[in-house]
Structures are given as structure tokens and as C-alpha cells.
């Protein structure tokens, strides 16, 4: 049989209801165009890459080697290497028990999608929110609802006031230096937010990448360490806490973790099973190595950082940008968010924007149900101060230039 | 509000129902009562821990590093390491575009259930079967229907008549030393099997991981490569090629991958930015590293101790057990597959050989839809020939002593 013979095979007609759902990233495809040498990007979200610790890892890649030899390679249990829960669940009061390692946290957020969206369900999201979970949680088919914010996170009172009218199963929430506003929830906003959902009966899905990385302000208790005050045991917390080791050391060993009552973690073992029957054990066993010596030294430099480089970026739009625009200040984390005047597009405004050297990424993709068109995301983590005070001012000029 | 005021969360109420349809693996359950040190367990899978090339593997982290810098452990793309990807895409003379970097190959499976299968949809599996693909394809929701086998694997005929009767969209099947039971298709069947699905537009997966471990008789083509062939362009081929490094590296990395035409490889990149955004950068770099230089040495080295110890185990097996008792004479790979007389139930069989210090893996979970109460599943792997001939004299004992 020759090639002419073969038709293609129908690959679309086999694709399932729930493939259909699925799509690229729309930021992975905008990323593209903006990933020319010339242009000084604030559209990624990359971590800063010459502050890792690559000789760190290197050791301990062969302290593992040499510590646990063939076991650092073989395959492992699919709770995850035991020392790394250990040193996870003491910071957080619960046992390892309460603690499964993932293959990074988007693995945490595909998981717990598929272990509580029934087609349907309704999903609360912040309005703007984290893409990633809107991708993760895609497939299963939930209904999102959007919960208003400000500056203070979300808005709790028209929160509650949706709770009345929908009947949703599951809240998912950055609280700290959101991606993609870079707003930190209020300490009293937690507090009705954990209340709240927990008197509702809807599970609390905290997202928290970006916890550790605070350079300004107060640390704020995490929702579920409110959850399990309240709970007063970590199985009866309706609080899941997902976090990464990708912000705070390195993103490419992909572990991250997720803290949750037992029978949840007890499901999450199964789907992990099925999923990728378990993070690379020399992965867990490098991170578990660097943790107690060499992550806290990595986080102050980190913090330092993007501390400073946050401080350019506001400085600089300060100087650069029109009146009208409004921007938020960070106060740890990677992101700020940009709001324009009404009648600006930044979807259009992108392409000006590249011309002129400079990207971002728009912001309307952050809103699961729409909006936002005046918006855009600026990532400071990866760029230098002199590219921000450069990149900032030609963003200015491409605004004032939209607004004439 | 204290602990007695606050009822435990009632998680099974949010359990979605795809959830609901798993469980955790019956073998991984088993395995924990057979992980006693005095015993001698053929029970569990796992490759020769020390055969594991560690020295190297220092090495190459160490490169790697080197190498790349700090991109070595930054975030990377979702289709895998190009490196990688060319390497394997030259092997089959196909494209990078075709190559999808998997985190294991359970990831595999996970990714193309989640992308094929409809609830209700019919899969076609091997009877007996991968029950770690079983695991994978559950959440999806699929209708399983069993196509016999006999010593030459799957059985074209009756598979055939199978197809006039029901409407299946996915054929699973291992053709080379099949993990239960050691089997390989022979090529008139594997022409027939790569015939008859693509004229019945049934999506064909070849899930390959010990293909290169064959310590006995000619290789034979892979069912991807008898479609490529038929096809005349990998973009209308109908198999679907799933392997991994685990078996012929070492498998705590998570290094795996796919083939397939484009159409689906793009889907698949869309299921996995989902599940996990990418295979960990470094583990991909590091068996690039090694593919050239190592792992042909190492493959060989496997060869030989895998064919030493199923030789061992073949020759205890005449020794040891009585008469009326069958099994397989494996080519390749890991496992060989026993069948005892139709009295003898194995599940309750395992207590009894743990009892005498050897374990084995009853067949009945290998059966998605039931049957081989009396088969059982026996890998050599990680077994020395002195263990071998000590377990299989104590199995012996243990099957005389049900028989009488």
C-alpha cells in the first residue's frame, strides 16, 4: 500500500469532548512574538536565572548520589520522598501524612481539577486570575464564576453575596503577590474568606508560589493556617494549600507540593498514580538537600532582588507613564498589573508596544469569563533596573501615543 | 470556635465522579505485605538497582550544568528538550514534531486517555494487560472490552470478529515482552493488528518500554513502524508510540516520550502545559547526555543479567514445579507469567508462599474485565539466580502443597 492510498486519519474525530476543551495557552503563544533579542520582555514570568544556585544544586545532586546511591534513581512512592514531607509538614504543624509532592504545582492544580470538577461544578475564580489554573482546570469542564477584587484581594462582601445565588463547589485563590495583579490578600479579608467558604462548605484551593518571596509589609498568616485554626485538625481543614519549589530555588526540578486533610490527600495518591506514578526521586531528594542550608540565603537574595527591581519598575512608571494610568505596588512576588483608561486596548497596543522594544502581556486572558481589555501584566523579576527604566519608558511612550 | 464546634469537612460530597472511578493500584496495596526483608519477592517491577549507571549519571548532571548554566533549571518548553527530541526522532525517521518529552510513560497514558477517551468510549485491552494503563485510562471513563491472547500475544482473529460487534476507538497493547505475562506478537500479527485497526480508523497504542531489553530471538519491527509504512508519512500514521528510559536508564528521572502525527502531538502538548507544563529541564538534559555514550553499554549490561535470571528462573521452574503448572519462556524484558490448574486461586496462594519467604503478583487484576484466578506474575529483574532458584523451590513447595 503506497502513501497515495492512506487517507490522513481522522485524528479530530477522535479527540475527546474533553481534549476539545482544552487549548494553548493564548500568553505561550504571545510569548513568541515577543521573545526577540531587541525587545526588553516583561511579559514572561521567569524567575531570575544568574540568581540560582547551580553550584548548590551541583553538590547536592552528588551528595544524593553518594548518600542514597541506586535508591536516588529507582523508582519511589508516589506520596514522595519522605524527608522532604517531613521538613514540609513540620513548618506547617501537620504530619507528612498531610503532605504530597508534586510535579510542580501545575500538576497540583491539574490534579485537584480532576479530583473535585465534575462537569458543571462552579468554580469561583478571581477576577483577573492565575492562567495556569483556568488551563488546568479546563478540561473537566467546570463553570466559572468570577469573584470581584481590589487592591485588597478579593472583594469578601460580594463574595458572599454570589454565595447566595450560585452554588459553587470549590474557591481557587493566589493571596499573596497574585499572579497576574501582584495584590496581596488583607489579613481580615482571610479571615471572612476562610469563615466564609468553610460555613459553605466549598473547598479553599490556596495557591501560594510566591509566599516566601515578600520584600515589603507584614508576613500574613496563610488560609490554611486560618483554615486549620479554625478546623482545629489538619482533616478537618477545608483548606488545600498548594506551593513550589520553583520560585524560591529553581523551576526546572519541577517539585512543589500540596497540604490538605488525609481523605483528600488519600484521592490525590490515586490520581498521582494514574498521572505520573511519582515525582523524579532525584529531584526530591536534591531539593530536600538544599532546603535547610541553602534555601533561606536563596530567598534573601531573591527577595533583595526583585525587591529592588520591583522599586525601578514603580519609580520609572512614576516618571514614564501618563496620568490615568493606575498601577498596583507590589509587595513581594513577580507581577504588578497595569489598568489603562477605558478606551485603550492592550491586546493592539501589544504590537505597538514590540515595535518600540518593549512587551508585556495583555490582560484580558486573566479574566476566566472576559474583561480587562484596558489591562496588561508586567513581569520585573527577569530584567535588569537599567532594562526597566528603558523598557518602562517606552512603554510610556506607546500609551501616550494610543491616547493621542 | 473551637474543634468541637467544627465538623470534619465532608470530603467525599466534593469527590468528582471521575474520582470515584479510582482506586488505588490492588498491585501497590499487595506489595506492601510482600516487602518484608526475609522474603523473596518476584512481586514488584523494578529494574536492577545495581546495574544503575550512577557514576555516569554524576557525571552528566555535573555537564549539564556546565553546559547550560542556569538554563539547565529554568522553566523550558512543554514539547521536551530538542536535543532529546532529535535524537529519538532520528531513530524512527521522523521529525522533532513528533516527538512529545513525557514525565514517565504513566504520564503517557494519562495524557492520552485524557485526550481519546469519552466516558463509554470502547478500549480495547489485552487480556491479560498493563494494569498501570488501566490505572491511567479509569478517570476517563471508558468501556473496556478484553481481546484474547495466547503465546504469540494478541489474538488477530478473534480481535477481528471483536471489531464487527463493537465500535472501539483505542487499541492498547505492549508487543514486546509484555508486562503481565512476557509475550511477544509475532510480526504476521503485528502486520495483521496494524492492518485491521487503521481500516477500522481505531487508534493503535504501542506502549514499548522493554523493547530494547530483548536477551533472546530477532527483533521485530514495532507496530509504529509497520503503520509509518503503510501510512507513508508519520502524519497519517495510526499507532501511537509510547517508551521510556526508565527500563534502559534508570527510571527515577521520569524520562519518557511519545510518537505519534502531528494532529495529536499538538493536542498532547496542550494536555501537558495542563498537567505539568514540561518534563524537569536537568533530568531531560541529563539523559541526552547519556544516550549516546552510556546507554548502549548499559543497555547491554541489562540484556545480559535480565537474560541470565529469566534463564535461572526458567530452569528453577522445570526443577521446582509440579507438573500440569505452565508458563511463558520470555524473550525479553522483566516478567514471565505462570498458569497454575484451574483449582488454585492465587490471591488467597500469596499468603501462603509469604508464609514460605517468596512473593509473586496474583493475575486477576491484570484482567480488566476479570478472569485468571489461577495466573500469577513473576519478574527476574531484581533478583540474584541464587534468590531465583531459593523463591521458585519455596513457590514450588507452596503450589504442591494447594494442590494436594
Do not use: C
Not at 470549590?170 to 499573596?176: C, D, E, S
Amino acid at each position: 500500500m503506497t502513501r497515495t492510498d492512506t487517507p490522513p486519519f481522522a485524528w479530530d474525530r477522535v479527540v475527546s469532548a474533553r481534549g476539545q476543551r482544552m487549548n494553548s495557552s493564548v500568553i505561550r503563544e504571545m510569548l513568541k512574538i515577543t521573545q526577540r533579542p531587541d525587545v526588553i520582555s516583561f511579559a514572561g514570568g521567569l524567575p531570575a536565572p544568574e540568581l540560582f544556585p547551580i553550584e548548590a544544586v551541583r553538590q547536592a545532586a552528588s551528595t544524593v548520589l553518594d548518600r542514597y546511591g541506586p535508591a536516588a534513581l529507582q523508582y519511589s512512592t508516589t506520596e514522595g520522598h519522605l524527608p522532604l514531607r517531613e521538613w514540609l509538614a513540620a513548618r506547617a504543624s501537620i504530619t507528612p501524612q498531610h503532605v504530597q509532592i508534586m510535579t510542580g504545582s501545575q500538576q497540583s492544580l491539574d490534579l485537584l481539577g480532576k479530583m473535585l470538577i465534575n462537569e458543571g461544578d462552579v468554580v469561583l475564580v478571581e477576577a483577573p486570575t492565575y492562567l495556569g489554573a483556568l488551563q488546568s482546570f479546563q478540561p473537566y469542564g467546570p463553570q466559572y464564576v468570577q469573584v470581584p477584587t481590589d487592591d485588597h484581594g478579593i472583594d469578601v462582601d460580594a463574595l458572599e453575596t454570589l454565595l447566595h445565588t450560585t452554588r459553587a463547589k470549590l474557591l481557587y485563590a493566589v493571596p499573596n503577590f497574585q499572579n497576574p495583579t501582584g495584590r496581596t490578600l488583607s489579613l481580615e479579608r482571610r479571615q471572612q474568606l476562610v469563615e466564609l467558604t468553610a460555613r459553605h462548605g466549598i473547598v479553599l484551593v490556596e495557591d501560594d508560589p510566591y509566599g516566601a518571596l515578600r520584600f515589603t509589609g507584614e508576613a500574613l498568616p496563610s488560609l490554611y493556617t486560618l483554615g486549620l485554626e479554625r478546623a482545629g485538625h489538619p482533616d478537618h481543614n477545608h483548606v488545600v494549600y498548594s506551593s513550589s519549589f520553583s520560585k524560591v530555588l529553581v523551576p526546572g526540578l519541577r517539585d512543589a507540593w500540596v497540604q490538605a486533610a488525609r481523605p483528600l490527600i488519600h484521592k490525590l495518591v490515586q490520581a498521582k498514580q494514574g498521572a505520573d506514578l511519582h515525582t523524579p526521586t532525584f529531584n526530591q531528594m536534591i531539593v530536600a538537600e538544599l532546603v535547610e542550608d541553602v534555601m533561606p540565603a536563596q530567598i534573601e537574595r531573591v527577595r533583595q532582588a526583585y525587591g529592588e527591581r520591583a522599586g525601578q519598575m514603580v519609580q520609572s512608571m512614576q516618571r514614564h507613564f501618563p496620568a490615568g494610568v493606575q498601577y498596583t505596588t507590589p509587595q513581594g512576588g513577580m507581577f504588578l498589573w497595569v489598568t489603562l483608561p477605558e478606551q485603550i486596548d492592550t491586546a493592539p497596543l501589544l504590537q505597538q508596544a514590540v515595535a518600540r522594544g518593549v512587551a508585556f502581556v495583555p490582560g484580558a486572558p486573566f479574566f476566566a469569563l472576559g474583561g480587562g481589555h484596558n489591562t496588561m501584566r508586567l513581569s520585573y523579576s527577569s530584567a535588569t533596573p537599567e532594562q526597566i527604566e528603558r523598557g518602562i519608558a517606552a512603554l510610556g511612550e506607546t500609551i501616550r501615543s494610543a491616547l493621542d
